[in-house]
């Protein structure tokens, strides 16, 4: 049985995507493909069946990541589906628990900037509204708080021998 991520951001086409396909590259890297199911969601509904956004596309493209996915809304169902689920900021979070009002789950979601091992900030600043740069910040902050991730499954996984 694989152990399952999911990443929430507000849109699903900005940093959740980022994080998913950051995510599977790393582990793909960690020779973890297949033991590690990651998937992406939205908090909100606006923009379900789209591409991931080009300006963090191309972001990613020059880091040498492919970003891939198509938004969808985070719903309840996600709870049982997923092992961790992983929130950019703390507004998306309240948004997660508030789908979980007797707190039945509460132990399984994350802030995503609770595994950065360098970057102080609590929130995975959304990029949506400025230029460049913040998508790049964005990145930044993942590529810390997806390699902090990675070392926190690899204690967590059962040991394939």
């Known amino acids: 049985m694989p152990y399952k991520l999911l990443f929430v951001c507000l849109g699903n086409i900005c940093r959740s995507p ?19 199911i990651c998937d992406s969601a939205g908090t909100s509904s606006y923009h379900i069946g789209e591409p ?4 963090m596309t191309a972001a990613a ?9 198509c938004a969808r809304q985070f719903t309840k169902a996600d709870f049982a589906e997923f092992d961790l689920i992983l ?3 703390r507004d998306n ?7 979980d009002p007797a ?4 132990r399984q979601v994350f802030l995503m900037c609770d595994f950065c091992t360098h970057h ?6 959304d990029p949506y509204y400025g230029g460049p740069n913040g998508f790049n ?8 708080a997806c390699q902090g991730l990675l070392k926190y499954l690899v204690q967590q996984l059962p040991v394939k021998h």
């Not at 707190?103 to 509460?106: L, N, Q, S």
């Not at 102080?120 to 600043?125: A, G, N, R």
């Not at 910040?137 to 810390?144: G, K, R």
Request: charged share 20%; net charge negative.
């Open 137 to 144: 910040q964005v990145l930044d902050i993942l590529t810390d």
């Open 103 to 106: 707190g039945t789950y509460r």
């Open 93 to 99: 979070y309240a948004d997660i628990c508030a789908l």
């Open 120 to 125: 102080t900030v609590q929130d995975v600043p």
């Open 87 to 89: 929130a950019m900021d």
């Open 18 to 36: 980022a994080a998913e396909n950051m995510m599977n590259h790393l582990l793909e890297q960690a020779g973890l493909t297949g033991q590690v």
């Open 61 to 69: 493209y020059q880091r040498g990541l492919k970003m891939q996915g």
């Open 52 to 55: 991931p956004d080009r300006r």
